[in-house]
């Protein structure tokens, strides 16, 4: 089944903690994202990226990294995560950037952070 | 810079009502533009695209250019529509980024 996956799906930690939210997409797609899902401020663009080695910041990218290593795999890192980084996390792909290409979302990381 | 505006946060209508839920937006270029729909505890998926002109799910689209629009529009409203929807805008370049607006609650009662 075509599908992004992500893990985990919820986490909670505590501040300073570095921690890694996975991404995979089965779909051999270029393009991935992550996005943050707020109440209020709807969804936001962290990171994104055109393929393997090519990432770049989308509107919210302070306090995360990303990396493409495999063009299957786009995890979100944070260094040390800090409570206004508790939100909803969605990963996203598609065939290639081009506008007309439907975005796939994973099933979302619900990340608390004390 | 692109901007998508949904100015409500919240509809809540009787089944079998009409429904139009509203969005704006500000680009310069020709925009591609799309409703994501996001049901409770559900990841979000493409409802409709602008390019497409279809309708799904009883839930229609137009993009009006001279009001830099894209409401969304059902005639009859049901329960299974309460969910959660967002309009967003895409870049023609290849760079794309999706942008978002702030979304807007459906909440359809019996």
């Known amino acids: 089944e075509a599908q992004v996956t992500q893990n985990p799906r919820y986490l909670i930690t505590v501040t300073g903690k570095k921690l890694t939210v996975t991404c995979s997409q089965n779909?051999?797609?270029?393009?991935m994202s992550w996005y943050r899902q707020d109440p209020g401020l709807g969804l936001r663009q962290i990171y994104y990226s055109m393929n393997v080695e090519v990432t770049d910041k989308g509107d919210v990218p302070e306090g995360y990294k990303v990396s493409r290593k495999e063009k299957r795999n786009f995890p979100l890192i944070l260094e040390s995560p800090s409570p206004n980084q508790t939100s909803l996390y969605f990963c996203?792909?598609?065939?290639?950037?081009?506008?007309?290409?439907?975005?796939?979302f994973g099933p979302g990381t619900r990340l608390t952070v004390l | 810079a692109q901007r998508v505006t949904q100015p409500e946060k919240l509809l809540s209508v009787f089944k079998g009502a009409p429904v139009e839920l509203k969005c704006n937006y500000s680009y310069s270029g020709s925009p591609e533009l799309f409703w994501y729909v996001q049901y409770s505890r559900q990841r979000l998926q493409l409802l409709l695209r602008h390019i497409s002109r279809e309708s799904i799910k009883g839930f229609t689209a137009d993009l009006n250019k001279g009001e830099t629009s894209f409401h969304l529009k059902k005639p009859f409203a049901q329960e299974e529509d309460s969910a959660m929807y967002y309009c967003?805008?895409?870049?023609?370049?290849?760079?794309?980024?999706?942008?978002f607006g702030k979304g807007i609650t459906l909440s359809v009662r019996p």
């Open positions: 996203a792909s598609s065939l290639s950037g081009l506008p007309l290409d439907t975005q796939y």
């Open positions: 779909m051999n797609h270029e393009y």
């Open positions: 967003a805008l895409k870049w023609a370049g290849a760079n794309s980024k999706l942008t």
